[in-house]
Nanobody
Framework: VQLVESGGDTVQPGGSLRLSCAAS????????MNWVRQAPGKGPEWVSA????????YYTDSVKGRFTISRDNAKNTLFLQMNSLKPEDTALYYC????????WGKGTLVTVSS
């Protein structure tokens, strides 16, 4: 299993970023997928999830209306569009496979700061 995140950067509050996760070496289209983040000095926090078909999505309350999860099964890629970013969104963002969250990527760093 390979999960490689990209797209993290430093942005100002109110800015936007789009994270990507390239998946390989497993049947991506058959797995529910997640984004999980970990802020400096804190534990992991589940952020969002999407079902295998991409038509059912879930979000933690703090990102509802600002973040959008999506997937492209033809390209084995998971996305997270993040708008109206806040300093509290600063974290390492991980792409995580399945309900059991058994496989994690290495993460991509998002820093929201003025």
């Amino acid at each position: 299993v390979q999960l490689v995140e990209s797209g993290g950067d430093t942005v100002q509050p109110g800015g936007s970023l789009r994270l990507s996760c390239a998946a390989s070496e497993f049947a991506f289209r058959t797995y529910h997928m997640n984004w999980v983040r970990q802020a400096p000095g804190k534990g992991p926090e589940w952020v969002s999830a999407v079902n295998t078909g991409g038509d059912i999505t879930y979000y933690t309350d703090s990102v509802k209306g600002r973040f959008t999860i999506s997937r492209d099964n033809a390209k084995n890629t998971l996305f997270l569009q993040m708008n109206s970013l806040k300093p509290e969104d600063t974290a390492l963002y991980y792409c995580v496979r399945g309900y059991g969250m058994s496989y994690w990527g290495k993460g991509t760093l998002v820093t929201v700061s003025s």
